[in-house]
């Protein structure tokens, strides 16, 4: 039941690059606010792949931010409704729709689009709020969070110990 929450907290204090945290939890908004069966998310996890994203960090954001989306729906509709309704834009939609390629990727839905919008607006954004946290965290809570009694308690588990940091 812990493991992931002690798998997070592993990885927060490893060694590894904050920006490749702050990259997965970046990543995490676009593939958790976004309808999941989208095009783009797959397009998403090659990216992740590629540049060598925690993908422990990445799976953890994604189950909470999931949880925001279903919140925000509404908002995404309304941001979606907006943008495809743009007089403007109008002869580019249409013209995307026709193409096979672009029909794909389902832009003509409003929550597609709203979702893919704000999450690709608050990307860099998250980007540099989650690498600051993680700097914050590495200098500040780590060595609280490695003597509380919680952690000293499930590093006596045998099951637990592999996944706590160190």
């Known amino acids: 039941m812990f493991d992931p929450i002690f798998n997070l907290l592993k990885q927060m204090s490893a060694d590894t690059d904050p920006a490749q945290i702050a990259l997965a939890v970046s990543f995490a908004l676009i593939f958790s606010f976004t309808p999941l069966w989208s095009l783009h998310n797959v397009l ?18 994604w189950a909470l931010l999931s949880l925001a989306a279903f919140v925000l729906d509404p908002l995404f509709h309304i941001v979606g409704t907006h943008i495809l309704t743009m007089q403007s834009l109008n002869e580019t939609w249409t013209a995307m729709y026709n193409n ?61 110990s592999p996944f706590l940091p160190d």
């Open 44 to 61: 998403v996890l090659l990216l992740v792949s590629i540049l060598r994203v925690n993908w422990s960090v990445f799976f953890a954001a």
């Open 100 to 160: 096979n390629f672009w029909y794909l990727f389902n832009f003509n839905n409003t929550i597609v689009m709203g979702s893919l919008v704000i999450s690709l607006t608050l990307f860099i954004p998250v980007f540099f709020i989650s690498k600051w946290l993680v700097i914050r965290y590495r200098n500040n809570v780590v060595d609280y969070v490695k003597k509380s009694h919680v952690l000293q308690l499930a590093k006596a588990n045998k099951w637990l």
